[in-house]
T-cell receptor, first 110, second 114 residues
């Protein structure tokens, strides 16, 4: 069963704008990860945030984690056409098994 | 170094036939995972290998699905008597021992059962 649920399901923005997507989960986690998938094929790991962290940055990516609300957000700043993809959050419990949500499809218009 | 590779990239088969999907993990990665992704959905965990043993097979949807791993490297996912609902992208990922939190994914095998 899926642990994470992303919101919104789809997002369309203009190049240069910021994109924000959210992820909610149900059970306690060891860490939460965000992945990107282009054209329905392999996933690329973007960023990992541990349960004792609240915010993390990587380039144009900013991730927050609120364990009290069991939610996370991914912000992509200054979006580019190449950011067009599906974005998935995945939670890791103590067994290190990734549980994925259904994803947010982001379209960046030129 | 080389990433995770999977073969074939695409497979079209007839209902009732058996198929074998192959995954070559990154050299030295001891943990290997299989996932299934149906159209427009997130990933569904199937099975996890640590070395050649599979401590977690909980995600295999039915007894038509099986997987093995030999030599702590290549893994094969076999689907017997395929059904149309088996159509999906099958993704493999590997991780290093002690670094099991970051999974490196292969490009997937797109399976279509007619």
């Amino acid at each position: 069963s899926q642990q994470g649920e992303e919101d919104p399901q789809a997002l369309s923005i203009q190049e240069g704008e910021n994109a924000t997507m959210n992820c909610s989960y149900k059970t306690s986690i060891n860490n939460l990860q965000w992945y990107r998938q282009n054209s329905g094929r392999g996933l690329v790991h973007l960023i990992l945030i541990r349960s004792n962290e609240r915010e993390k940055h990587s380039g144009r990516l900013r991730v927050t984690l609120d364990t009290s609300k069991k939610s996370s957000s991914l912000l992509i700043t200054a979006s580019r056409a190449a950011d067009t993809a599906s974005y998935f959050c995945a939670t890791v419990s103590n067994d290190y098994k990734l549980s994925f949500g259904a994803g947010t499809t982001v379209t960046v218009r030129a | 170094g080389a990433g995770v590779s999977q073969s074939p990239s695409n497979k079209v088969t007839e209902k009732g036939k058996d198929v074998e999907l192959r995954c070559d993990p990154i050299s030295g990665h001891t943990a290997l995972y299989w996932y299934r992704q149906s159209l427009g959905q997130g990933l569904e965990f199937l099975i996890y290998f640590q070395g050649n043993s599979a401590p977690d097979k909980s995600g295999l949807p039915s007894d038509r699905f099986s997987a093995e791993r030999t030599g702590g490297s290549v893994s094969t996912l076999t689907i017997q008597r395929t059904q149309q609902e088996d159509s999906a992208v099958y993704l493999c990922a590997s991780t290093r021992w002690g670094h099991q939190e970051t999974q490196y994914f292969g490009p997937g095998t797109r399976l279509l059962v007619l």
